[in-house]
C-alpha cells in the first residue's frame, strides 16, 4: 500500500472512531437520563440509587413499601336493642310465657326473669325511648330507657348487653334496673339580648314565615341571592304570626334598613294556628340587608337556646 493511500486511510478513520465514540457517549449520557426519569417516577429512594450508580450505570431500583391495613370493627349503638327488650319486658308476665311481648323478651334476653305483675293491674307504658349509651369495655354495654305512662309519669331504667366479636349483635345479659332520671342541664345565656320593635324587620319576618308555614305566597321572594329553602308541605298551618323578636346586633333595631350586606342574626318567636289550637315555635335566622330590604340568608333547625315562648 503506498502512503499516500495508507494516510489517506487513517485520516478517515480517525474522525470515524471519534465519531462511534461520540455516539456511545450520546447513548450513555440517554441512559443516565432515562434512569433518572425512572428513579424520580420511583420515588427518592430510587432517584439516589439512579445518581450514586453514576452515568454510565443504570441499575432497576424498585421502591417496595409495606403497608399496614388495620380493620376495626365498630359496633353500633345498642340502644333501639335495649329499647325493644325494655318494651316487651314491661308489657309480659311470667304467667303467660307464650304471650306475643314474652317470647319476644325471653329472645333478647334468654336468663332474664320476666315480670310478675297482679292480674289486671299492669301499667304498660305507652312509650319507651332510649336516652343514654354507655360503652363500658370492648363489648360491654349499658344503656338507660325511659318509659312513659298514660298518667304522664316517666322511669328510667338501665339495661346491661354485650355485643358478639364483631359488634353486629347484642345480648340482654341482665334484668333491668331503675334508676334516677338525668338531671337537667344549666341552660346558657341566650345571645338574644337585643329586643326588635316592630318594623322592617319584623313584617319581612312575619312575611316570610306565613309563606314558610301557611303557603300564603312564595318563599323565594323573601330569600338573599343564593339562598335556597322550601316551604314545609303541605302546609301544617293556617295561620302563623310572629310574636317576638331578638337579636345578636343592634343593627337589627335600625328604623330604616341598613346598607346592603349588614347581616343580623335574630331569634323570632312564632305562634301558628291549626284546627287544634295554638302553637308556640321558635327559629333562629339570619337576615341580610339588601337594595332596602331585609332578606333570610339561613333559617338554623334546633340551635334555639333559650326555650322558645314561656
Known amino acids: 500500500m503506498s502512503p499516500g493511500k495508507h494516510a489517506s486511510e487513517s485520516g478517515a478513520a480517525a474522525p470515524m472512531a471519534a465519531g462511534a465514540r461520540l ?46 391495613v388495620r380493620t376495626t370493627s365498630t359496633a353500633a349503638d345498642p340502644g333501639g336493642y335495649a329499647q325493644v327488650f325494655v318494651g316487651a319486658w314491661l308489657r309480659s308476665s311470667g304467667s303467660d310465657e307464650s304471650s306475643a311481648q314474652a317470647r319476644l323478651a325471653q329472645s333478647l334476653a334468654p336468663d332474664v326473669d320476666l315480670p310478675d305483675p297482679v292480674a289486671g293491674r299492669q301499667a304498660k307504658p305507652e312509650s319507651v325511648v332510649p336516652v343514654r349509651t354507655a360503652q363500658h369495655d370492648d363489648d360491654a354495654w349499658s344503656v338507660t330507657v325511659a318509659a312513659q305512662y298514660a298518667d304522664g309519669s316517666v322511669r328510667y331504667y338501665t339495661v346491661p348487653l354485650v355485643s358478639d366479636s364483631t359488634g353486629g349483635t347484642f345480648t340482654v345479659t341482665g334484668a333491668p334496673g331503675v334508676v334516677a332520671g338525668p338531671a337537667r342541664a344549666t341552660v346558657p345565656a341566650s345571645p338574644y339580648r337585643v329586643t326588635v320593635s316592630d318594623g322592617d324587620l319584623t313584617s319581612a319576618v312575619g312575611e316570610f314565615f306565613a309563606a314558610y308555614l301557611t303557603g300564603a305566597g312564595e318563599v323565594d321572594r323573601y330569600l338573599a341571592p343564593g339562598v335556597n329553602l322550601s316551604a314545609v308541605s303541605p302546609a301544617p298551618y293556617t295561620a302563623a304570626a310572629v310574636q317576638q323578636v331578638s337579636a345578636v346586633e343592634q343593627a337589627a333595631t335600625a328604623g330604616q334598613v341598613p346598607g346592603d350586606g349588614t347581616t343580623v342574626h335574630i331569634l323570632a318567636q312564632v305562634n301558628a294556628q291549626d284546627a287544634r289550637g295554638r302553637w308556640p315555635l321558635a327559629y333562629e335566622l339570619t337576615l341580610r340587608a339588601r337594595s332596602g330590604r331585609w332578606e333570610v340568608a339561613a333559617l338554623e333547625s334546633g340551635t334555639v337556646r333559650d326555650g322558645g315562648v314561656r
Do not use: H
Request: hydrophobic share 50%.
Open 23 to 68: 455516539e456511545a457517549m450520546r447513548r450513555r449520557v440517554r441512559l443516565s437520563r432515562l434512569a433518572a426519569w425512572t428513579a424520580i417516577a420511583a420515588g427518592p429512594i430510587a432517584l439516589g440509587l439512579a445518581i450514586a450508580s453514576g452515568p454510565t450505570t443504570v441499575r432497576a431500583a424498585t421502591a417496595t413499601t409495606s403497608t399496614a
